[in-house]
């Protein structure tokens, strides 16, 4: 069987979120199969994300805890080798799918698609940057990071923000895809032509970013290889967010944030 979907869902240490995952997943217009990752919390939290994950017929792969790209490339190497499908999403637990029909995507196999993804406080986070606009943008949240310098930093995201906001705004009224630069990482479909595109050994994402900067790792990896990138708003998701940050023992977010912006602007800086 050719499954339309394959959900690769990394976790941890948040049962609830996944039960309710499942809840939300069945409302997708697609065959599909799930594939848990787990994220080692504590050996509770892992017998029971393994008993949530036989409840509902999906499969369970538990890994040490190494980060986002090193979970979700265990779960990508595992559906390789044990399905046959049209897309991956990798996806977090805390989101519900409001619409996602395969119909919408289905001549998108060499592309890497992002859905409308808003916030339960009406934030929208599609697409993450809308336009690549020769580095300036991530140049400024660069210089911000390295320098301190919040000017810099508040000034890229702010400049981002507004050109977020006009291009969802214009797709959304026309209903039209639109090809962006790159997508949020909360709720991302691999086609099966571009995620073998993407792929070293199995791996798409880079293993050296525990967390964060993953958006500007794919864009650039996917545009150096040829592979396009599109925002679908009539796919549509809402995102609950942090789920697993919250869990999180003593985890500073802003020094992990800066280490992984670091790392990824300067891996690809030489790089147009």
Known sequence: MKYDFIFCVLCYGNTKDLESYFQNVKKIKGSYKVIVVDSFYSDEVREEMCRIAEANSADFIPVPNKGYGAGNNAGIKYAKEHYDFKFLAVTNSDIDFLSFDINEISDMEDNIVGPSIVTI???????????????IIELLEYWGFKYNSKLCLYAGVAVNKLLREAFAWWHEKSGTRGRTYSLHGSCVIFGNAALEMLMDEYRVFDENIFMFCEEMDIARKARQRG??????????????????????????????ERKSYLYCYEKWSSHN
Request: glycine fraction near 6%; hydrophobic fraction near 25%.
């Open 121 to 135: 406080n009406g934030k929208k986070q599609n697409p993450y940057r809308p336009y690549y606009l020769g580095n």
């Open 227 to 256: 592979i396009k990138l599109y925002y679908v708003p009539k796919l549509r998701i809402r995102h609950f967010e942090d789920g697993s940050i919250n869990l999180a023992k003593k985890f500073d977010e802003h020094s992990e």
